[in-house]
């Protein structure tokens, strides 16, 4: 097998890197010679003190490792690949009580009683509401538009839906929503220099959220109301959650479901502007398969990590026990053993197998159905009443190791 061909010290969570473009070509490189591949780094700089991880990068191997916890565990380092150099290890070690970060068995306790929230029953009842959501969100983005008709589509359409689904579910209400935004943007947005968020100023953000959370539990366990919050915390001993991981359980939707959400719909904008053939043929056609289409597209989450629970083999390397696994859903999602021509936006792809939303197991997407639902919906609403949408500007993408992001996409209603 041929060495890979990347320049010295190339490193995929260098928060430079997803700051200008997703690093394809070099994903491209690996996958093909050497698709688990040792990335050295220098100690702590991302929060944790060894000398690098493993880059996962084909689809088969991210889903093996994402399908056995038991030797990969989340728990360990997390499953965040980069930290802010400066973080301590307590702060690191705090964020094992997000659901994301748990193994089995406790993870499997407290999904099971999340996932309450997102049945069929439970999506298929927000969708009217919704719908209707979608299309006051796009009327409104159309009667703001300034001079020269020109609107930031991410803060006027693409971040609205998500807060607003995530405080329909969960009981936040609706003029709390943006209190919402703030905080998690504040929380993510460590390596981005534009918003001179410090980690202390993230750590402030997740604890506001923590405190307005598990004061909502309190409330509903004093006076309980028909949402899904008091049925999560009516009653510890009955299985639910105490009001601590409940805040946990919304510090997790504030990123996982309002992130990653307005990320998907954002670059979905993005690939269709830029792509008038399947613009013309969603406004025609509205194919169902177009949601997938755009999360593979888009793959919001760049990558996650997981750390090897005893010595094992993965594509002809030793793993050792301790070694950090960085599993790259974005090679993944762009590999050619799965996908046919992985680097066309084909809004009709079908079967589409992508790991947009995991690579499966017990971290699989929590809200998946309610994510598409929202993507599906506010594209129905943007092609409905800005049919004639058109870009006005570069998109401006967020400084990450981790999120594939974009903070502003300036776009015309026609």
Request: glycine fraction near 6%; charged fraction near 25%; aromatic fraction near 8%.
């Amino acid at each position: 097998m041929p060495c890979p061909a990347l320049p010295d010290g190339f490193d995929f969570t260098d928060p430079d890197l997803l700051h200008h473009r997703v690093p394809l070509p070099e994903l491209a490189e690996l996958r093909q010679a050497e698709p688990v591949h040792w990335i050295p780094q220098r100690p702590g700089i991302a929060g944790f003190q060894d000398e690098g991880y493993w880059a996962v990068t084909r689809h088969a191997d991210v889903k093996y490792v994402s399908t056995h916890p038991e030797l990969f565990s989340s728990y360990l380092n997390t499953a965040i690949i980069r930290f802010n150099e400066h973080i301590p290890r307590d702060a690191v070690d705090a964020q094992r009580l997000i659901l994301l970060n748990m193994d089995p068995p406790e993870h499997t306790r407290v999904r099971q009683i999340v996932q309450r929230g997102f049945t069929p029953r439970a999506i298929r009842a927000l969708e009217e509401n919704l719908r209707a959501r979608a299309g006051r969100i796009v009327e409104t983005a159309l009667a703001g538009v300034g001079p020269g008709g020109s609107f930031d589509f991410v803060t006027q359409v693409a971040c609205e839906l998500p807060l607003q689904a995530i405080a329909e579910l969960i009981g936040v209400p609706q003029e709390d929503r943006t209190k919402i935004f703030d905080w998690s943007n504040k929380m993510i947005a460590y390596d981005d220099p534009e918003y001179a968020i410090t980690a202390e100023v993230g750590q402030e953000s997740a604890t506001e959220i923590l405190a307005y959370a598990m004061n909502m539990a309190a409330d509903r366990k004093q006076c309980p109301a028909k949402d899904i919050v008091s049925t999560l915390v009516a009653a510890e001993d009955e299985g639910n959650l105490t009001s601590d991981e409940f805040g946990f359980f919304v510090l997790m939707l504030a990123v996982a479901g309002n992130e990653t959400t307005r990320n998907a719909i954002t670059h979905g904008m993005h690939a269709f502007l830029t792509h008038p053939d399947q613009w013309d043929l969603y406004k025609r056609e509205r194919p169902a398969t177009a949601a997938e289409e755009i999360v593979r597209w888009a793959t919001p989450v760049f990558s996650f990590q997981r750390t090897a629970t005893q010595d094992t083999e993965l594509g002809d390397k030793l793993i050792k026990k301790g070694d950090r696994v960085g599993i790259f859903y974005s090679s993944a999602n762009n590999d050619p053993a799965v996908f046919d021509a992985p680097e066309v936006f084909d809004i009709t792809r079908d079967p589409n197998p992508h790991l947009g939303f995991g690579g499966g197991g017990p971290h699989f997407c929590l809200g998946k159905s309610l994510a598409t639902l929202e993507i599906d919906l506010i594209f129905n609403a943007v092609a409905d009443a800005m049919p004639d949408l058109r870009l006005t500007g570069d998109p401006r993408r967020l400084r990450s190791a981790w999120i594939n992001g974009v903070k502003e996409l300036q776009v015309s209603a026609g």
